[in-house]
């Protein structure tokens, strides 16, 4: 049985920092891309930012690409989302998603897996 369990979430000041971690039980993170996304209310759940199974490859929505930071433990089997300078507009829960494929994966659609998100809150 695969589970995502995410954590790391909270409220913190404009500018501020917060790690989220994923950790997966039931697949193995090398042998998939794994993805973050978020969702705030009254919106779509969005691509954030993901790491591609295999070739150690990443990739980034444009709304984070220099201040968010995904990476990997593999001995751990987790996911890590650094996330730094945090505005109020990245206020949303963040999900942490899953899929066999070493294709660069983007669309919430092409995920199998999908924790149960952790909240996000920046104060201005």
Same mark, same amino acid.
């Given at each position: ?27 193995t993170i090398s042998s998939y891309t794994m993805g ?24 980034? %929505?444009?709304?984070?690409?220099? /201040?968010? $930071?995904?990476? #990997?433990?593999? =001995? ?5 989302? *650094? ?14 998603? %899953?899929?066999?494929?070493?294709? /660069?994966? $983007?669309?919430? #659609?092409?995920? =199998? ?5 952790? *909240?996000?809150?920046v104060s201005s």
């Amino acid at each position: 049985q695969v589970q995502l369990v995410e954590s790391g979430g909270g409220l913190v000041q404009d500018g501020g920092s917060l790690r989220l971690s994923c950790r997966a039980s039931g697949v193995t993170i090398s042998s998939y891309t794994m993805g973050w996304f978020r969702q705030a209310p009254g919106k779509e759940r969005e691509f954030v930012a993901a790491i591609s199974r295999g070739v150690l490859r990443t990739y980034y %929505a444009d709304s984070v690409k220099g /201040r968010f $930071t995904i990476s #990997r433990d593999m =001995n751990k089997n987790t996911v890590f989302l *650094q996330m730094n300078s945090l505005k109020p507009e990245d206020t949303a829960v963040y999900y942490c998603a %899953a899929v066999a494929s070493g294709l /660069r994966s $983007t669309e919430p #659609r092409q995920y =199998n897996y999908w924790g149960r998100g952790t *909240q996000v809150t920046v104060s201005s």
